[in-house]
Antibody, heavy 122, light 107 residues
Framework: EVQLVESGGGLVKPGGSLRLSCAASGFTFSSYTMNWVRQAPGKGLEWVSSISSSSAYIFYADSVEGRFTISRDNAKNSLYLQMSSLRAEDTALYYC???????????????WGQGTLVTVSS | DFQMTQSPSSLSASVGDRVTITCRASQDFGSYLAWYQQKPGKVPKLLIYAASTLQSGVPSRFSGSGSGTDFTLTISSLQPEDVATYYCQKYNLAPFTFGPGTKVEIK
């Protein structure tokens, strides 16, 4: 069974930093592109960042470019999101989501974790 | 900038009604369109991908169609358990933009 378990959320002051983690199990982590998606309270889904299976390709939403850094450790089946210069508008539930990768096609975000809540407030 | 819109933003329908949600993109991206269902307080769930392929385990009353810039999600006979917000998403290349969502309620 695929499991994605996020951790690391919490209350942080504006301008502060936080590191989120996502522990993966039940699938071949190193074969999957991994993603962070966030959802502000009462709002819709917003894609945040993606990292390819080998970390060769990394993408960010404009709203977090230069402030957030995505990374992964395939040996530990783990995904990370280092967030800095946090703003009130970064307050959200942060989900990690997996996306199968191969050279022949594109695939959707098939599995999602339960999310970890980040609150940016003074 | 790439934009995705959904209409309506919310709807209220009776049990058994046919419900249609539209997703429109500002640029053509083929058929790499997914629909997700998010029930209140729950994690998003993949319903449909490749515009019209039902994810395993999803009831057959859900269907999708379209390509290019215009896509549709249809619930052929609305059930109480379908109360949720539905999001479209393009997933071929980053940015993997989501639509703003359509909230479906029972009348």
């Amino acid at each position: 069974e695929v499991q994605l378990v996020e951790s690391g959320g919490g209350l942080v002051k504006p301008g502060g930093s936080l590191r989120l983690s996502c522990a993966a199990s039940g699938f071949t982590f190193s074969s999957y592109t991994m993603n962070w998606v966030r959802q502000a309270p009462g709002k819709g889904l917003e894609w945040v960042s993606s990292i390819s299976s080998s970390s060769a390709y990394i993408f960010y939403a404009d709203s977090v470019e230069g402030r957030f850094t995505i990374s992964r450790d395939n040996a530990k089946n783990s995904l990370y999101l280092q967030m800095s210069s946090l703003r009130a508008e970064d307050t959200a539930l942060y989900y990690c989501a997996s996306r199968y990768y191969d050279n022949s096609d594109f695939y959707p975000f098939a599995s999602w974790g339960q999310g970890t809540l980040v609150t940016v407030s003074s | 900038d790439f934009q995705m819109t959904q209409s309506p933003s919310s709807l209220s329908a009776s049990v058994g009604d046919r419900v249609t949600i539209t997703c429109r993109a500002s640029q053509d991206f083929g058929s790499y369109l997914a629909w997700y269902q998010q029930k209140p307080g729950k994690v998003p769930k993949l319903l449909i991908y490749a515009a019209s392929t039902l994810q395993s385990g999803v009831p057959s009353r859900f269907s999708g169609s379209g390509s290019g810039t215009d896509f549709t999600l249809t619930i052929s006979s609305l059930q109480p358990e379908d109360v949720a917000t539905y999001y479209c998403q393009k997933y071929n290349l980053a940015p993997f933009t989501f639509g703003p969502g359509t909230k479906v309620e029972i009348k």
